[in-house]
């Protein structure tokens, strides 16, 4: 089965950098997206970042365009989102979600049909 571990959250400082990690096994299709999203109380969950295994492509939201980042090494299985002049609006749990082929739009993965992981908790500070 497909397992995504996330590392990275924690309580940061508005203005403050992390950097969030997502280390995928069991994948067993060559042709996949895997993405960030994430989920504040009582608000619908958002895509954040995603990017395509067969081209590389990525996606950002306008909202965090020119602060986040998304990269993958694929020999690791490991995708980052790298996060840089955090706000408070930042604040959310962020998952990564994969799924075979995704949306081709947009390199996200299907959320319906994904496999997601637990979850890590980015908390920023005014």
């Known amino acids: 089965e497909v397992q995504l571990v996330e590392s990275g959250g924690g309580l940061v400082q508005a203005g403050g950098s992390l950097r969030l990690s997502c280390a995928a096994s069991?994948?067993?299709?060559?042709?996949?997206?895997i993405g960030w999203f994430r989920q504040a109380p009582g608000k619908e969950r958002e895509e954040v970042a995603c990017?395509?295994?067969?081209?590389?492509?990525?996606s950002v939201a306008d909202s965090v365009k020119g602060r986040f980042a998304i990269s993958n090494d694929n020999a690791k299985s490991t995708v980052y989102l790298q996060m840089n002049s955090l706000k408070p609006e930042d604040t959310a749990a962020y998952y990564c979600?994969?799924?075979?082929?995704?949306?081709?739009?947009?390199?996200?993965?299907?959320?319906?049909?994904?496999?997601w992981g637990q979850g890590t908790q980015v908390t920023v500070s005014s």
């Open positions: 979600a994969v799924s075979a082929y995704g949306d081709p739009a947009t390199a996200c993965p299907r959320e319906d049909l994904a496999s």
């Open positions: 069991g994948l067993t299709f060559a042709d996949y997206a």
């Open positions: 990017v395509s295994s067969s081209d590389g492509m990525t």
